[in-house]
């Protein structure tokens, strides 16, 4: 009511520190969204379950060895690739003499100042067989590599990978080509490749979505509102999920950071699109820019409230995830959407209002002029005159393209939806040649890099060499048969058990009797394939078996352990977690619409479009983009953000399908519901598609991949399945969409397309 709304010198002073709380959070925020990267967990050892046959072995090997370490590899030809001479050869010796000496860069007072100091052993050269290579190990301590150190929190990886790449230039000097690699340079290039997130992700998302909002609403001002909008929702986020990360109560990784920063930028941009263009459609018809505002933040209030909560619901399944990594990033990405709804419904309404009654002209060139109010009843004579019992040939209110679009559906709907549900489901036949069973390290990078480089020279000189062997964990008494049966599984180079002497530098095994540790034994088994390869995962897999059929207690763990268990989780939280989800959207749909027929279809048309944005992505990987394959939690990724947000879409046009049918009917309804919203929800769309391309600017094969299946099947969603796939089944079945509630139900036949009854009111109040 009117007289029950608060004064002007309240409400300035209500906009006033909802301003200021928004202010406040973006300062403190800000500063915690930029020190994201300092706690992220990047190891995959550390997501996997304790349960995992790699965990358990990591644990029992543990007691074989004084510390596990995580190498680093020098490797180093010859000028054109010749052989090294003495001399070379006496300048490697000489120059990993001195790597223990290396400062670390940016090591402060109480952090450890040189790689010595975070080794576990003395440099060791090994030169290669053929001669024409040398390879200096530099085990680190990988209790503490991950551990931070110095002003910015760098981790010891990374500042000792740093180190050896800048000292590399005194060999190069003398006519070497060098490549640091190893576990540590995967790891440190990794991070680096992370780098980008905080500052070129985030940049290039803001400048697509700013391009987009000039365009749609061709006004200086409101485009950066709604910038400011998510950038404020951001930081939010940020200061959250920092605080969480750094009492570990989650776990964050580059991923879930990367998915972050675009799922709040695209869902502030989206909400806020549709409080933008309900307040645009309620000036038109109310001279208080106060009450339009109201108005429209109560009509907007509904759908978003819907949109948000289904894809929070659906997010959170991701914590039936047997790995952390996929458990973190539901919390994550749902307290980013928290943040999107918060900011889209308090902190740009307290924008729209600081002009006061001048708040119109945020929209110039093209400002909505009150026009007078009208009556429901005259809004629906002014859209049903002529029709007939179908809604055809009725002249649609709405933006011109959009009326054309609706008019159509409602003229051919059954051919419309049974045409393209055809065409989706030919796309979905493709699925199945999408390859998803891992990838290796060195095929995550998209651009060159030197550990990936350096990994093919270690390849070519040192075969057999494993700077991470597979480690079995037997008991003494099944030794020699575990020994026999690692030496006959296809793409095992050695099997070295660890003596007293201990586990030996890769590629010079120690010599004596085997150590024997409360009745166990070690054995270290170096694959043909780099430990970082989905081949060395491969033979491992069959190393599993041939161990465990002649010592069942037997445990296999190591590096390509740790991989093979975590697509091995990947593939069971997809068959796990994919039904929960389906069933948790489609609950709450039947809440929501309070239907149960309009919540399966919608359901169902967005898994099927979503098959079809997977099968056309498997496509485009294979035969243009040259992808190797995929690991196992793109697809899991990929369906729950399309499902989830494609449902948004559909979201934002049924609930106003239901306002509209509540006062024309269902046929009539869907067509001025598609009409209306065609505009803002394809804007939105696009919006979404783009902030979610943006990921592709991270040069890793994993958010390539979830860039281009989000941003196709966004895209899909919001110009195929809720323009024609989902209005014109509507349209065809009619009321009965609505099936069980009252709108289902047939009306008097004189009234068949006039106002339904009112039995339940539209969500707007006017």
């Not at 925020?29 to 190891?43: E, K, R, W, Y």
């Not at 980008?196 to 200086?220: F, K």
């Not at 400011?228 to 940020?238: D, E, K, Q, R, Y």
Request: with cysteine; charged share 15%.
């Amino acid at each position: 009511m009117l007289s029950k709304r608060p004064s002007g010198v309240l409400r300035g002073l209500l906009i006033l520190a909802v301003l200021g709380v928004w202010l406040a959070i973006g300062a403190v925020g800000g500063q915690a969204q930029g020190q994201l990267s300092s706690v992220q967990t990047n190891d995959d050892a550390s997501f996997l379950p304790q349960s995992a046959e790699s965990t358990r072995a990591a644990q029992e090997s543990a007691a074989f060895v004084d510390a596990e370490s995580l190498p680093a590899l020098v490797v180093a030809e010859g000028a054109d690739g010749g052989s090294l001479s003495e001399q070379d050869l006496g300048d490697l010796r000489t120059w990993a003499d001195a790597v223990p000496d290396l400062p670390l860069p940016g090591a402060g007072p109480g952090d450890p100042q040189t790689v010595g100091d975070v080794s576990t052993a003395d440099p060791v050269v090994v030169p290669s067989k053929d001669g024409e290579a040398g390879l200096v190990v530099v085990s680190l301590d990988a209790a503490t590599s991950s551990d931070g150190y110095g002003p910015d929190d760098e981790s010891i990886t990374n500042g000792v990978v740093e180190a050896l790449r800048d000292a590399s230039g005194d060999l190069q000097d003398a006519g070497l080509t060098v490549w640091v690699t190893g576990p540590a340079g995967f790891v440190a290039d990794l991070v680096n490749a992370f780098g980008g997130i905080d500052t070129v992700l985030l940049l290039v998302a803001l400048v697509a979505v700013l391009v987009i909002l000039a365009v749609v609403y061709r006004s200086p001002v409101l485009p950066f509102m709604v910038i400011l909008t998510a950038v404020f929702s951001l930081c939010l986020a940020g200061l959250v999920v920092y605080h969480l990360a750094d009492a570990g109560t989650i776990t964050l990784n580059g991923q879930a950071q990367g998915i972050l920063s675009i799922l709040v930028v695209g869902a502030a941009v989206d909400y806020s699109l549709l409080v933008v263009a309900r307040y645009r459609e309620e000036l038109v018809h109310t001279r208080s820019t106060y009450a339009a505002l109201r108005r429209a933040v109560r009509a907007s209030l509904p759908p978003v409230a819907a949109s948000a909560g289904t894809v929070i619901a659906g997010l959170l399944c991701l914590l039936l995830s047997d790995l952390a990594s996929n458990r973190s990033l539901g919390p994550v990405a749902a307290i980013g959407i928290s943040a999107a709804f918060l900011g889209a419904l308090t902190f740009l309404p307290a924008l729209l209002l600081v002009a006061g009654s001048r708040s119109r002209g945020i929209f110039w060139p093209r400002i909505p002029r009150y026009t007078g109010d009208q009556t429901d009843e005259g809004r629906t004579a002014e859209i049903t005159t002529g029709a007939d019992d179908r809604g055809t040939g009725v002249a649609v209110e709405g933006h011109r393209a959009w009326s054309r679009v609706a008019s159509f559906v409602g003229r051919r709907d059954r051919a419309v939806w049974v045409v393209t549900a055809l065409v989706l489901a030919g796309a979905a036949a493709f699925v199945p040649t999408l390859d998803a069973s891992g990838t290796g390290d060195s095929e995550v990078f998209l651009t060159q890099v030197d550990s990936v480089d350096g990994e093919k020279v270690v390849g070519e000189h040192y075969e057999g060499l494993s700077a991470q062997p597979a480690v079995v964990v037997a008991p003494e008494g099944d030794a020699d048969a575990v020994v026999r049966a690692a030496q006959g599984t296809e793409g095992v180079a050695s099997v070295t058990p660890v003596t007293e002497q201990g586990a030996g530098t890769p590629g010079t095994p120690s010599d004596g009797p085997p150590l024997v540790v409360d009745g166990t034994v070690r054995i270290d088994v170096a694959t043909s394939a780099s430990s970082d390869s989905q081949a060395a995962v491969e033979t491992v897999e069959e190393l599993r078996d041939a161990v465990h059929e002649v010592s069942p207690d037997a445990l296999v763990g190591g590096a390509a352990a740790e991989r093979l268990d975590t697509q091995l989780a990947g593939e069971r939280d997809l068959r796990v977690i994919v039904p929960v989800v389906l069933l948790v959207i489609l609950a709450i749909l039947m809440l929501l619409l309070r239907s149960v027929l309009a919540a399966a279809l919608l359901v169902v048309a967005n898994v099927l479009s979503f098959g079809a944005a997977l099968g056309v992505s498997a496509v485009m990987f294979d035969h243009v983009f040259d992808f190797p394959g995929a690991d196992p939690s793109v697809p899991l990724f990929a369906f729950c953000f399309l499902v989830a947000l494609g449902v948004d879409y559909s979201i934002f046009l049924m609930t106003r399908v239901r306002e509209e049918t509540v006062r024309v009917g269902a046929r009539l309804g869907v067509l001025r519901a598609l009409a209306v919203t065609g505009s803002v929800i394809t804007s939105a769309g696009v919006v979404l598609a783009a902030t979610f391309a943006a990921l592709g600017v991270i040069p890793l094969l994993f958010l390539a991949q979830i860039a281009f299946i989000v941003a196709f099947g966004v895209l899909l969603d919001t110009l195929v399945v809720r323009t024609l796939l989902v209005p014109a089944l509507v349209h065809d079945i009619g009321r009965r969409t609505w099936w069980p509630s009252r709108l289902a139900r047939p009306v008097p036949q004189h009234a068949a397309d006039g106002p339904a009854p009112q039995a339940e009111p539209a969500t707007m109040d006017r």
